[in-house]
């Protein structure tokens, strides 16, 4: 069956026309609800959260309609990060948790992330099950009047996050002497993620703390680190922590003002984890996105690289398959499954300040573990259909992986979250890699 709404991560589109309309999100909230819903006599519930964003306050109510209408009971958190809508679904015993949220992306697009009873993500049967649902008729199986849902909404799920935050850094160690720059991007961690660095004793300086529905991830965040550089260097502090709209992912700033990407926090945490036992496995799983830098760097120190499809829902469905419990993506999706069933920005920036605690070291002596090999991506935006099937592309991309040989490798693959096709190619020769990466962009762009 061809995905018609779910993408890499959930629904996401630009709010007030398809697929993200009050009408798509009732309907998602009934053919989800029905598939959750079981003969069990015991009521049935599903958490949502959201980040800060206008179009929240429309998806809701039509996700709340849809769910209440099939018996399903909704609690709804409010702003809450992505991550702790997920430890929430399976603290409280939910069926479903539901996270209203287009991460990274700007105010006017919003998505649905939706999360099993376990936590975790569902499977791509589930969400394809969900939306063969969603186009049938739903006018069956409604709730009797007196078998309606009820909605309660919740006043201490940002506590509990903080609580559950706090307890995956070391019990023996505080942040006590440390000054920590923390962006919050206006959006769902606004308010837990300085709380909970201020409750373990850093000195916190918070940008991006003040969202009007907006502003979410406009000039502050993981995406734009210029506020948050400026913020490290005017109070003097050790380190600067980026969140996205909706905290499941960070970048890392240092004491020098200089930028660390997911690559190198999951190498730090990696040799951390390895030198303290804490590793499931001698290993990490990283997406093919992932700098072949540190693939190399992890077979020296004895640890294992293995590659899944971008998305953190697939790096964290091999880290089940393959045990393993530290994986991530170059973007900054860090998942610990020791203490989270996704991806927490906030959880794998304390595990970088655990290092800093117990090394003594600044963060600009610690944070580069690996050399990077020269790596390019290119996004080329398209409007027609797939321009991958296209012939020309086709002949631009072996000729390319031909060129590389062994020298390099070839990444290619189209965005599921916006019409964009990314290019991206790794090489030991930075001038073959750039010729590369232009000619099948330039395929890309004449077929598009």
């Not at 009873?117 to 186009?135: Q, T």
């Amino acid at each position: 069956m061809t995905r018609k709404y779910f993408g890499t991560d959930g629904i996401r589109g630009t709010a007030n026309t398809p697929p993200m309309t009050p009408e798509i999100a009732m309907r998602l909230g009934m053919a989800a609800g029905k598939y959750f819903r079981t003969t069990s006599p015991r009521r049935h519930s599903v958490v949502i959260g959201k980040d800060t964003r206008l179009s929240g306050y429309m998806i809701e109510p039509a996700l709340v309609a849809g769910f209440t209408s099939v018996g399903m009971d909704v609690t709804l958190f409010g702003p809450l990060p992505t991550p702790g809508v997920a430890m929430m679904t399976r603290s409280l015993r939910a069926d479903l948790g539901v996270m209203i949220s287009a991460s990274h992306n700007a105010f006017h697009d919003n998505g649905i992330k939706l999360f099993g009873p376990n936590g975790y993500k569902l499977s791509d049967e589930i969400e394809l099950e969900i939306e063969g649902r969603m186009d049938r008729a739903l006018d069956d199986k409604l709730a009797a009047p007196e078998d309606l849902g009820r909605t309660l909404r919740v006043d201490d799920a940002q506590s509990r996050y903080i609580e559950i935050v706090k307890a995956s850094f070391p019990k023996r160690m505080r942040l006590s002497g440390l000054r920590v720059c923390i962006d919050c991007a206006n959006g769902a961690a606004y308010k837990v993620a300085p709380k909970a660095l201020y409750e373990l004793g850093a000195e916190v300086f918070a940008v991006g703390v003040s969202p009007n529905g907006f502003n979410i991830n406009r000039e502050v965040g993981s995406t734009d680190t210029s506020a948050l550089k400026h913020a490290v260097q005017t109070h003097r502090a050790d380190i600067g922590i980026a969140l996205d709209g909706d905290a499941d992912r960070c970048i890392i700033i240092d004491e020098e003002g200089q930028e660390i990407d997911g690559d190198q926090l999951i190498a730090l945490i990696a040799t951390h984890w390895k030198k303290t036992g804490k590793l499931s496995k001698p290993g990490v799983v990283t997406t093919v996105m992932s700098n072949l830098g540190l693939e190399l760097y992890l077979e020296s120190v004895g640890l294992k690289l293995e590659r899944s499809q971008v998305g953190d829902r697939y790096v964290v469905e091999k880290m089940r398959s393959e045990d393993y419990n530290l994986g991530g993506e170059q973007s900054g999706h860090i998942v610990m499954r020791d203490y989270s069933t996704t991806g927490d920005g906030l959880m794998a920036a304390l595990q970088i300040l655990a290092v800093m605690v117990e090394t003594g070291k600044p963060l600009s002596e610690i944070a580069h573990v690996f050399d990077r090999v020269p790596q390019k991506l290119v996004n080329v935006r398209f409007e027609r259909d797939n321009p991958l099937e296209h012939k020309d592309v086709k002949a631009a991309i072996s000729d390319a992986e031909s060129r590389l040989a062994k020298e390099g490798r070839l990444v290619i693959r189209k965005s599921g979250t916006e019409p964009l096709i990314r290019v991206m190619a790794e090489a030991t020769d930075a001038d073959l890699m750039d010729t590369v990466v232009e000619d099948v962009a330039e395929a890309v762009r004449q077929a598009s």
